[in-house]
């Protein structure tokens, strides 16, 4: 009589039927998600990690870990280096730059963009990507207002005296960030930071809250705020970004906003494939404003001359 293996096994792991296949030990039901938990793992603890660690990040046994890391050994997507130490295989780069080379940035923000203007109907939202030493607006959504922001997608940021530009400069080593700002600090307005160190100090304090501010200081009247989004490999990739007049976002809403700018941020980083770690370390930063100031469109300071857009 012939045998039967389960449809979800793999190479005959997790062949055990369904019904009793409970989750007794704590492991991932089913062989694709245990297998899909050890590759996790695999990446996760990069660049090389013990079987031991594998199983305990992925929750599954020794044993079940160690066949599925030969499976991934002999397609490729693992390397075994002995004495029960595994690396991430050529196949995984492969597959991940097949991705990345078709990664559509826009569509993959698109969602959480709306849903920040539709929070903030007021603001403008923006998303910007890094392109070599050039921070560029790809997607742009209108404030629901009689007026416009003059930037326009495709447009080039100065990373000194933007939200987005100081946002994505917070997350460069120092290094880094030099290439990408000239020892000349250009003044847009009078509120322009002009000085290097003070730059540094601005960005310490970017770095420390999760998001960025522009009062004022690319374009008089207008105030910004910004945070970081992160790419698979968790390097900054961009930024997104709101604008309006700063009579309609007043410095008393700052924090309260900046608190869904980084979730939208999280998300997209998210749908990027970003660590979990980076992920989960905006959110939490987001959350504490967010208890800190409920209301955050209450506080409106009185109108102010601004420029018009």
Do not use: W
Request: hydrophobic share 40%; net charge negative; with cysteine.
């Amino acid at each position: 009589m012939p045998t039967t293996t389960d449809a979800n096994s793999v190479d005959g792991i997790g062949s055990e039927p369904a019904d009793r296949r409970s989750n007794r030990t704590g492991e991932p039901n089913g062989a694709v998600d245990k297998a899909i938990s050890v590759l996790e793992a695999l990446v996760n603890s990069a660049p090389v990690a013990q079987l031991a660690t594998i199983s305990a990040e992925s929750g599954v046994s020794k044993s079940n870990a160690h066949a599925i890391l030969g499976t991934l050994v002999r397609r490729g997507y693992a390397r075994s280096g002995g004495n029960g130490a595994y690396e991430p295989g050529p196949k995984i780069l492969a597959l991940a730059g097949r991705v990345l080379s078709t990664l559509d940035f826009s569509s993959h923000a698109r969602p959480s963009l709306m849903a920040l203007h539709d929070r903030f109907p007021q603001v403008a939202v923006h998303f910007g990507v890094l392109s070599g030493s050039d921070l560029v607006y790809v997607d742009k959504l209108d404030a629901r207002r009689a007026y416009r922001m003059a930037s326009t997608v495709g447009m080039r940021l100065s990373f000194h005296c933007t939200a987005m530009g100081k946002a994505v400069l917070a997350e460069l080593p120092p290094e880094a960030r030099r290439s990408l700002v000239s020892s000349d600090l250009l003044p847009h307005t009078p509120h322009t930071i002009t000085d290097l160190h003070e730059l540094d100090l601005e960005l310490e304090r970017v770095a420390a809250a999760g998001f960025a501010v522009d009062n004022e200081e690319n374009e008089e009247g207008v105030r910004c705020i910004a945070a970081a989004v992160f790419g698979s490999l968790g390097r900054v990739v961009g930024g997104v970004s709101i604008s309006a007049p700063a009579f309609e976002l007043s410095r008393l809403a700052v924090e309260g906003v900046a608190s869904y700018v980084m979730e939208a941020a999280a998300e997209i980083s998210q749908s990027l494939g970003a660590t979990e770690s980076v992920i989960d370390g905006r959110r939490q930063l987001a959350a504490s404003l967010r208890v800190a100031t409920p209301n955050p469109v209450r506080g409106q300071e009185p109108p102010t001359p601004s420029r018009p857009i």
